[in-house]
């Protein structure tokens, strides 16, 4: 990406930030009047030309003004956007709406997505928080019949896993309810290493449950990842650039796709938790995404659990705002996993 004058850069910010206001061409003459530049709508009109050559704007008719390019925008987004944050306000009202919840992760995961739409104007997503590894949480033994008993396994984040158990002989409730407190208190918090390590400590029985706890948590898919909520797609198919049908199923078939998302969540987002990244145009990479952006962000405990959040958009999409929302929903998720699973 080569570099601009000082400029140059100003006039594509202004063009940049103009276009996504109006989604109308700007021309020299309006930015010239609109804004206190020093110079003249001829010097202004020379320096289009050298951007347009520069591959950063175009004009899509004759007469036209100017819009920005996919490497305009990324132009913009990667040298010239400013971390405008949100307001206090803003900040206080999103936050707020989080303590109101329930201390319940499906309900937080809906109410970020619900907060990405609202907040940025176009379409959200939202993965639930999914262990990275299968943690102890509790575990019931319950009788059924005979020498049947029903083992139900909850994991940290909620996560329950039953299976079914044959005992050498018929115990009681109350005998299967005290092994199964004792394995609680010694495996809560563990994961499957930390609990073979002390599994031939227990008694005969409490080895064999032991065994198939350490079985079932083994098979726990802790690699992909959580539901995804999705919210605000009106917003997209409501935009002019997807007045056309086409794009518009598209566009829908980005946010459906559960599959080309898993796909583009592993290879955008870095597995560590905090920053933002932005995919523009699909970057070559992804056909679907050619006439979208999407701004993405990693959030939860590392080492615990964690998920991924962002909006998708079409590529004329308010940036600076809806990266600063982004990464504030991102550190209040992280904050709430953090308690959930950690703490």
């Not at 109308?24 to 003459?29: D, L, T, V």
């Not at 390590?197 to 005969?204: L, N, V």
């Not at 079985?215 to 959580?226: L, P, R």
């Amino acid at each position: 990406m080569q570099s601009l004058t000082e400029r140059q850069e100003t006039i594509l910010a202004l063009i940049v930030h103009e276009y996504i206001e109006t989604a109308k061409p700007i021309s020299s003459k309006m930015l010239v009047a609109k804004y206190n530049l020093g110079i003249s709508s001829a010097t202004v009109r020379n320096e289009m030309v050298s951007l347009t050559e520069a591959n950063v704007i175009r004009q899509p008719h004759t007469s036209a003004g100017r819009v920005p390019t996919e490497e305009g925008y990324r132009y913009f987004v990667r040298r010239l956007l400013r971390d405008t944050g949100l307001s206090s306000d803003e900040k206080r009202k999103i936050s707020h709406q989080f303590h109101q919840a329930r201390a319940d992760v499906d309900e937080w995961v809906r109410l970020a997505a619900s907060i990405l739409a609202q907040q940025s104007h176009v379409a959200s997503l939202v993965t639930a928080p999914h262990p990275e590894r299968a943690i102890f949480k509790h575990l019931e033994l319950i009788n059924t019949s005979g020498q049947q008993v029903l083992l139900v396994l909850v994991l940290q984040g909620g996560d329950v896993r039953q299976q079914m158990l044959t005992l050498s002989e018929v115990m009681d409730q109350t005998h299967l309810s005290r092994v199964a407190n004792q394995i609680t208190a010694r495996c809560y918090g563990k994961f499957v290493d930390g609990i073979r390590k002390i599994s031939a400590s227990f008694s005969d029985l409490a080895q064999d449950v032991v065994k198939l706890v350490i079985d079932v948590m083994s098979h726990t898919d802790a690699v992909s990842s959580g539901e995804i909520h999705r919210d605000g797609l009106s917003n997209v198919l409501n935009q002019p650039e997807f007045a056309d049908s086409e794009s518009a199923r598209q566009a829908l078939r980005v946010l459906e796709g559960r599959g080309f998302l898993d796909e583009v969540l592993a290879k955008a987002l870095s597995p560590q938790v905090g920053g933002v990244h932005v995919v523009i145009g699909g970057e070559g990479a992804w056909e679907e995404l050619k006439d979208c952006s999407m701004i993405l962000a990693r959030y939860g405990a590392q080492g615990y659990a964690t998920g991924a959040l962002g909006v998708l958009g079409p590529i004329r999409m308010a940036y600076g705002h809806s990266i600063s929302t982004v990464r504030y929903v991102a550190g209040l998720m992280s904050d709430l996993v953090i308690e959930t699973f950690v703490g």
